[in-house]
């Protein structure tokens, strides 16, 4: 197993400015309330699939999963499979290796579930699935 050392570093200081950005929007998100509006739901009025991620994810930080669920729930079934992949993809692309293709159908699924996950977040019988508005 041969790690490409020039991938390793470029990889960690990508992450070191990354993180830099991530604690410095947290910061300004949790400290001083200072939030990117969503762009979608301030024209139409409705939850987007992406609606409350930020929320959830600063929730997450803060160690309050309950709330984060609340804020929304897809990324609680989605993140484990994400961090599975993107890990995998990262080992694979250190060592200069190809990892296996996910195939078009599963783009597919993931791009359905996300459009019906923002329909039925926006209607009365699923509203449960709607980002809570206070913490």
């Known amino acids: 197993m041969k790690i490409n ?3 390793l570093r470029m990889s960690l200081l990508t992450f070191l400015i990354f993180i830099l950005f991530g604690v410095t929007y947290f910061f300004l998100f949790v400290e001083k309330g200072i939030a990117i509006p969503c762009v979608f739901h301030e024209i139409t009025g409705y939850y987007c699939p992406g609606c409350g991620i930020t929320r959830c ?3 997450i930080l803060s160690g309050q999963f309950y709330q984060a669920f609340r804020y929304h729930m ?5 993140l484990p ?9 990262y ?5 200069d290796r190809r990892i ?20 039925m977040r926006n209607t009365e019988l699923f509203s449960i ?5 206070i913490t």
């Open 81 to 89: 499979f994400a961090l599975l992949y993107g890990s995998a993809s």
């Open 91 to 95: 080992l694979y692309w250190l060592m």
């Open 74 to 78: 897809l990324v609680f079934c989605l």
């Open 100 to 119: 296996t293709k996910v195939p078009n159908y599963i783009w597919n699924l993931l791009f359905i579930v996300m459009v019906l996950f923002g329909i």
């Open 5 to 7: 050392h020039h991938k």
């Open 129 to 133: 699935m709607a980002p809570t508005v």
């Open 57 to 59: 994810l600063t929730s």
